[in-house]
T-cell receptor, first 114, second 108 residues
Framework: NAGVTQTPKFRVLKTGQSMTLLCAQDMNHEYMYWYRQDPGMGLRLIHYSVGEGTTAKGEVPDGYNVSRLKKQNFLLGLESAAPSQTSVYFC?????????????FGPGTRLTVL | DQQVKQNSPSLSVQEGRISILNCDYTNSMFDYFLWYKKYPAEGPTFLISISSIKDKNEDGRFTVFLNKSAKHLSLHIVPSQPGDSAVYFCAASDDMRFGAGTRLTVKP
């Protein structure tokens, strides 16, 4: 099992450009999440999904869109990148169940917006 | 609003001693808490968790304590090892909110 994978690992964008970050998981998890990590801010939830075809907003959703067309994939889109979106982005997934609260994280995508 | 807070950005301890990392939360409805460990250039990995119906959970060198009345949890690492040097995040499971993290450095 590859677990949670993220593509790409690094990206540099110019202000106003668009891009899509891809997250894939092979654990058949229902829930998937996108976080951003900034110095001193910890991990902040951008959007999440509780199943195929569903998405919901997290703490910091502005400037991002997501889609969950397939259960194993969760895409994060930036329509018009801004320097404030320079960050490290992590995808995570977990399964359903009252005691299955552990999230599995991908290795991260480092995004720089110039 | 930060519902999960880690007020110590860093902690340095000597190898073999105890490391105590702290976390406070504001929402008394949270019923499950987790600690994650993160090395540079890697994603966080799950370390240990605790349900609100318990006040302690132990896994080898790692113990998490929960004080519901104080809305406080702590992670104890005994004995600390250099390989424990990482950033530690606490999280509340209900809405997946994370603290800002504490960077632990264990000196040989």
């Amino acid at each position: 099992n590859a677990g949670v994978t993220q593509t790409p690992k690094f990206r540099v964008l110019k202000t106003g450009q668009s891009m899509t970050l891809l997250c894939a998981q092979d654990m058949n998890h229902e829930y998937m999440y996108w976080y951003r990590q900034d110095p001193g801010m910890g991990l902040r939830l951008i959007h999440y999904s509780v199943g195929e075809g569903t998405t919901a907003k997290g703490e910091v959703p502005d400037g991002y869109n997501v889609s969950r067309l397939k259960k194993q994939n969760f895409l994060l889109g930036l329509e018009s990148a801004a320097p404030s979106q320079t960050s490290v982005y992590f995808c995570a997934s977990r399964n359903l169940g009252p005691d299955l609260n552990e999230q599995f994280f991908g290795p991260g995508t480092r995004l720089t917006v110039l | 609003d930060q519902q999960v807070k880690q007020n110590s950005p860093s902690l340095s301890v000597q190898e073999g001693r105890i490391s105590i990392l702290n976390c406070d939360y504001t929402n008394s409805m949270f019923d499950y808490f987790l600690w994650y460990k993160k090395y540079p250039a890697e994603g966080p990995t799950f370390l240990i968790s605790i349900s609100s119906i318990k006040d302690k959970n132990e896994d080898g060198r790692f113990t998490v304590f929960l004080n519901k009345s104080a809305k406080h949890l702590s992670l104890h690492i005994v004995p600390s090892q250099p390989g424990d040097s990482a950033v530690y995040f606490c999280a509340a499971s209900d809405d997946m909110r994370f603290g800002a993290g504490t960077r632990l450095t264990v000196k040989p």
